[in-house]
């Protein structure tokens, strides 16, 4: 059965750093398949944060953290990572890793595909909090 599980997370000071892993389990082939990082603070939408495709070459990023974050996959390790360098208040949110529903680039194959849209993943890491304190 398909788990994707989240680890890292929790409370910085502005300027700081944190990493984010998404681990997956499950019979099938991480390295197939386009994933991301979204983020949701209560009472907005979940919000693409960056994206990888399947064999890591093409990463996408939400403006906002553009020069900040770095999204990267280890195919070996069936693991996503999200490192945060910088981090501002408004970074503060829930952060969920996603997979894309089908294997190949989909929403990864271009900016222009989709990406940053929460319905064009199927599956979804627990969360994990992200507060940044000035």
């Known amino acids: 059965q398909l788990q994707l599980r989240q680890s890292g997370g929790g409370s910085v000071q502005v300027g700081g750093s944190l990493r984010l892993s998404c681990a997956s389990t499950?019979?099938?082939?991480?390295?197939?398949?386009?994933m991301a990082w979204f983020r949701q603070v209560p009472g907005k939408e979940r919000e693409g944060v960056a994206a990888i495709s399947s064999g890591g070459g093409k990463t996408y990023y939400t403006d906002s953290v553009k020069g900040r974050f770095t999204i990267s996959r280890d195919n070996a390790k069936d693991t996503l990572y999200l490192q945060m360098n910088s981090l501002k208040p408004e970074d503060t949110a829930m952060y969920f890793c996603a997979r894309a529903p089908t294997s190949g680039d989909g929403p990864c194959y271009s900016s222009a595909s989709g990406w940053s849209r929460r319905t064009e993943f199927a599956f979804w890491g627990q969360g994990t909090q992200v507060t940044v304190s000035s």
């Open positions: 499950g019979w099938y082939y991480f390295g197939g398949y386009c």
